[in-house]
């Protein structure tokens, strides 16, 4: 079976159910569409196609790369926002799926609680795509793969450190590094740190590379050719900010920090970022941050995703 055949209809819950061929296949696909929209190459196999985004948390970059890419490859998106939908006032997630199944070629939702994703995909007979759990970030993490790439030439060998929350970006980078053959390492403070059946499930597709959790942000960033952070505070928890700037203090990404890194490491950032918190301006705004190229890979990195799934 091709590629294209294995992925069509799929959904994408996490980077857990999709094969390192079949990331790989995403990643090479996202690279020549990519290229195509850098030379005005028109590509609309999604016309007539619509995809609806449902979003129960804020978003500038999954909304718009989503609906953006929708609308470049020939089709249209919907913005739905849980306050506006009867989801918000209680309709069942599984009556939902079922409707909307009947209207759209994709739902791509935003929310809190993985398991809710996991019921939209099960009574939906329509691709679901996780644009964002309290526990996954997939798409983020195609994007970031598809800019390692992009800047160190390839992704195997590679050491990847995260500094901060072990939280959705955390996980999904274990996975995603994991798959693809780099080296992946989280520090983060004891009370922090990622789901211990996410790390043992990310060390399960790690094959001769490691997967390290550790407190010691100095032993993470070591060699490492990327280095990474995310917000202190996810959404949800803006509550806990105070209680977090003290629990992740030492977990800054700072000049003294990024020190340790190989020479040309690069610095990558979800976004949005709080300079000053997770990572000083001079990091992120220097010369060696992709965040910004980071950012413009999720239109690519998602067009190529919704090719594969809706086409
Ligand atoms: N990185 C990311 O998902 O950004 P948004 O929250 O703006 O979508
Ligand atoms: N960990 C962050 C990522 C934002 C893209 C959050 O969940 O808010």
Same mark, same amino acid.
């Given at each position: ?42 590509? %609309?196999?999604?016309? +007539? ?52 199944? +009947?209207?759209?070629? /994709? ?26 759990? @309290?526990?996954?970030?997939?798409? %983020? ?23 901060? @929350? ?109 300079? /000053? ?8 705004? /220097? ?14 990195? %998602? ?9």
């Amino acid at each position: 079976m091709s590629f294209k055949e294995q992925l069509k209809g799929r959904d994408l819950l996490t980077l857990a159910d999709y094969s390192k061929a079949e990331i790989a296949y995403i990643l090479e696909l996202a690279a020549q569409i990519k290229d195509k929209q850098k030379k005005g190459i028109p590509y %609309q196999p999604l016309q +007539g196609k619509t995809l609806g985004m449902i979003f129960e948390k804020s978003s500038t970059r999954t909304r718009v790369s989503f609906e953006t890419g929708i609308y470049q490859l020939g089709g249209m998106g919907l913005f739905l926002s849980s306050n506006d939908i009867q989801l918000g006032r209680g309709e069942p997630i599984s009556d939902t799926a079922k409707v909307l199944s +009947g209207y759209l070629d /994709g739902i791509m939702i935003r929310t809190f609680a993985q398991k809710d994703v996991e019921e939209l995909a099960e009574n939906a007979s329509i691709p679901v795509i996780n644009g964002l759990t @309290d526990d996954f970030h997939p798409c %983020q993490v195609l994007a970031d793969l598809q800019t390692i790439q992009e800047v160190k030439g390839s992704l195997e060998g590679l050491k990847l450190a995260y500094i901060g @929350d072990g939280n959705n970006m955390a996980h999904s980078l274990m996975i995603g590094s994991a798959k693809m053959g780099l080296d992946v390492a989280i520090a983060a403070p004891k009370d922090y740190q990622p789901k211990a059946e996410i790390t043992e499930l990310a060390s399960s597709f790690a094959n001769g590379t490691e997967v390290l959790v550790t407190e010691d942000a100095v032993e993470a960033v070591k060699d490492a050719d990327v280095i990474y952070a995310d917000v202190w505070a996810s959404m949800g928890q803006e509550e806990e900010q105070k209680e977090r700037e003290k629990a992740f203090a030492y977990y800054q990404v700072n000049g003294e920090l990024f020190a340790h890194a190989k020479p040309d490491a690069i610095f990558m950032h979800c976004l949005p970022a709080h300079r /000053g918190e997770e990572v000083t301006a001079d990091i992120i705004d /220097g010369p060696q941050s992709v965040v910004f190229q980071e950012a413009e890979n999720r239109l690519h990195a %998602q067009k190529a995703l919704m090719v594969a799934l809706m086409s």
